[in-house]
Nanobody, 117 residues
Framework: VQLQASGGGLVQPGGSLRLSCAAS????????MGWYRQAPGKQRVLVAS???????NYVDSVKGRFTISGDNAKNTLYLQMNSLKPEDTAVYYCNAESFSVPYRVYWGQGTQVTVSS
């Protein structure tokens, strides 16, 4: 599985961005996908995730502001980010998991999101 993330950029506080992650390869093996972020000097942390069945999960700090979704026809994962705050500044990574044996995790390259006036 290959993952290609895009959509990052510079936005003012209160603004919006939509990240995309295009998956290719053995996409039928994917059971869940997610968005992680890593701020300078900090660990990479989960922001939001979605299962193949559509169940979603968000870190508390983004609930009500971010929405994760997927388009199965396009094999693409999205993260709609609204009401952005400076503390949302980070490199965002998309992730895919296969729960088959052996368990596999795939990562896309990061996309920079900077929230600043």
């Amino acid at each position: 599985v290959q993952l290609q993330a895009s959509g990052g950029g510079l936005v003012q506080p209160g603004g919006s961005l939509r990240l995309s992650c295009a998956a290719s390869g053995s996409v039928s093996s994917i059971n869940a996908m997610g968005w992680y972020r890593q701020a300078p000097g900090k660990q990479r942390v989960l922001v939001a995730s979605i299962t193949r069945g559509g169940n979603t999960n968000y870190v508390d700090s983004v609930k009500g502001r971010f929405t994760i979704s997927g388009d199965n026809a396009k094999n693409t994962l999205y993260l709609q980010m609204n009401s952005l705050k400076p503390e949302d500044t980070a490199v965002y990574y998309c992730n895919a998991e296969s729960f088959s044996v052996p368990y596999r995790v795939y990562w896309g390259q990061g996309t920079q999101v900077t929230v600043s006036s």
